[in-house]
């Protein structure tokens, strides 16, 4: 069954940091780079990055360069996004996506609450 | 970065009724390979969104025949030509030609 199976719900506090992990399956996984796309509580879509699953490029959304890094690890075929210093503004429902767009995860809740 | 304006905010529709969401890009999304990377999406209550549209026009598997999509450059619509009880949800249009991806502010589609 090709999927994404995400990681669960973060509750995290200010400053801290958050990795969230996306397992494919049901594909060939270096075929396709990873999208992160994240949504705030009522809100719309935001683009967080992108990480070629082949070789390991990256494109980071700027307003999150240098707080925000995608990794992937072919053995397990498993793309993760680590999210530093959060902020309040930073709860949201993080998703991961084919680069395709055409297979998404569930979404994984981080909550950044004192 | 390049801004996506989906208009209207919301539609109330009957069902069998015909539905139309329009989207305006402030750039050409046409690349020079001559594909034009605007898609459009659903995200269902509480779900993730699901890829309804690719390249402007093309369904993705799966995605009933009412669904259509059309446009260019800079103007996209879609429409839904008989709106079901299922097709509640918002919908979004995305660009993916210009880095940063960007996405519509969604059009909140509820039934009569």
């Known amino acids: 069954q090709v999927q994404l199976v995400q990681s669960g719900a973060e509750v995290k506090k200010p400053g801290a940091s958050v990795k969230v992990s996306c397992e494919a399956s049901g594909y060939t996984f270096a075929s396709y780079g990873i999208t992160w796309v994240r949504q705030a509580p009522g809100q719309g879509l935001e683009w967080m990055g992108w990480i070629s699953a082949y070789n390991g490029d990256t494109n980071y959304a700027q307003k999150l360069q240098g707080r925000v890094t995608l990794t992937t690890d072919t053995s397990t075929n498993t793309a993760y996004m680590e999210l530093r210093s959060l902020r309040s503004d930073d709860t949201a429902v993080y998703y991961c996506?084919?680069?395709?767009?055409?297979?998404w995860g569930r979404g994984t809740l981080v909550t950044v609450s004192s | 970065d390049v801004v996506m304006t989906q208009t209207p905010l919301s539609l109330s529709v009957t069902p069998g009724q015909p539905a139309s969401i329009s989207c305006r890009s402030s750039q050409s999304l046409l690349h020079s390979d001559g594909k034009t990377y605007l898609y459009w999406y659903l995200q269902k209550p509480g779900q993730s969104p699901q890829l309804l549209i690719y390249?402007?026009?093309s369904r993705f598997s799966g995605v009933p025949d009412r669904f259509s999509g059309s446009g260019s450059g800079t103007d996209f619509t879609l429409k839904i030509s008989r709106v079901e009880a299922e097709d509640v949800g918002v919908y979004y249009c995305m660009q993916g030609i210009h880095l940063p991806v960007t996405f519509g502010g969604g059009t909140k589609v509820e039934i009569k």
């Open positions: 390249e402007v026009s």
């Open positions: 996506a084919r680069e395709s767009f055409d297979l």
